[in-house]
T-cell receptor, first 116, second 114 residues
């Protein structure tokens, strides 16, 4: 197992275009998280899945954003009608569920989105 | 709302010396977890150390240790015998509850000089 992978690593798009990112978690990790990190800031939580169920979405996740995790394996994050303010690093993390205790989140390398 | 504050945007330390990174947080929860994550340039974020709020003993991991002051809501990271490979962004983070979503501070960029 090589850890959490994300594709593409970099994406440049024009304003108004749609983009989709993919995250492959560590196998057997049934939790998957998406975060967004803008320049000079720490990552901010966007949403998370347990298996295929999306259990929570941040208010940061506008209706232009949609995330899926079919069959509880990989996940996709789609941004429709991109805006320049969407430019950021999108991070994915996966973990085992806790048994009343926290389980470490393992992060992927991120997808850097630039909207021109 | 839970917040995490890192008041040191940048820190510098000489190789082999000790440096302390500061973090304060705000929460009304009694049971929570605190973390320090390291994000090297162009590399993925990795967990350095974690602290359970119910534990009074400060966590240590080799050259990394924390000073957890629950009443003051302070959680600092001490790096001893600093190495060039310690140069990175360091993020303080917090979580509670079953969702385990992380709330991060704005980060401290650590430079290690010869």
């Amino acid at each position: 197992d090589t850890g959490v992978s994300q594709n593409p690593r970099h994406k440049i798009t024009k304003r108004g275009q749609n983009v989709t990112f993919r995250c492959d978690p560590i196998s057997e990790h049934n939790r998957l998280y998406w975060y967004r990190q803008t320049l000079g800031q720490g990552p901010e939580f966007l949403t998370y899945f347990q298996n295929e169920a999306q259990l929570e979405k941040s208010r940061l996740l506008s209706d232009r954003f949609s995330a899926e995790r079919p069959k509880g394996s990989f996940s996709t994050l789609e941004i429709q009608r991109t805006e320049q303010g969407d430019s950021a690093m999108y991070l994915c993390a996966s973990s085992q569920p806790g048994q009343g205790a926290y389980n470490e989140q393992f992060f992927g390398p991120g997808t850097r989105l630039t909207v021109l | 709302a839970q917040t995490v504050t890192q008041s040191q945007p940048e820190m510098s330390v000489q190789e082999a010396e000790t440096v302390t990174l500061s973090c304060t947080y705000d929460t009304s929860e009694s049971d929570y977890y605190l973390f320090w994550y390291k994000q090297p340039p162009s590399r993925q974020m990795i967990l350095v150390i974690r602290q359970e709020a119910y534990k009074q003993q400060n966590a240590t991991e080799n050259r990394f240790s924390v000073n957890f002051q629950k009443a003051a809501k302070s959680f600092s990271l001490k790096i001893s015998d600093s190495q060039l490979g310690d140069a990175a962004m360091y993020f303080c983070a917090y979580t509670y509850g079953t969702a385990s979503k992380l709330t991060f501070g704005t980060g401290t960029r650590l430079q290690v000089t010869l």
